[in-house]
């Protein structure tokens, strides 16, 4: 069982920063972790993308360039590091994990077991 809490989401102006983080606990090693976001009356979207013990991370179109996904080195926390923000990236955050790899669909909201409770990203211009 694996269980994700995540942290860091506030209000920054347009141009800001701001880093998320999704501490997890149990074995996740192999899971594929992503981030998602999902802004009022919009589905959820993926954002990004990791392989847990792993490389080459994905993005969004709408953030590549911008964010960036991490781990620590103990594979414990997952991060995503948030720069030149702008309104539109204002959303709920949401950690996610899965079994099987991230890949070919690493943004299908269904093939997620597990989720974090959110966090909430609020971007003024």
């Known amino acids: 069982q694996v269980q994700l809490v995540e942290s860091g989401g506030g209000s920054v102006q347009a141009g800001g920063s701001l880093r998320l983080s999704c501490a997890t606990s149990?074995?996740?090693?192999?899971?594929?972790m992503t981030w998602f976001r999902q802004a009022p009356g919009n589905e959820r979207e993926g954002v990004a993308t990791i392989l847990s013990g792993g490389i080459v991370p994905a993005y969004g179109e709408s953030v590549k360039g911008r964010f960036t996904i991490s781990q620590d080195s103990a594979e414990k926390t997952l991060y995503l590091q948030m720069n030149s923000l702008k309104p539109e990236d204002t959303a709920t955050y949401y950690c996610a994990a899965r079994t099987g790899g991230c890949w070919p669909r690493w943004n299908d909201t269904r093939s997620y077991n597990y989720w974090g409770q959110g966090a909430q990203v609020t971007v003024s211009s």
């Open positions: 149990g074995n996740s090693f192999g899971y594929c």
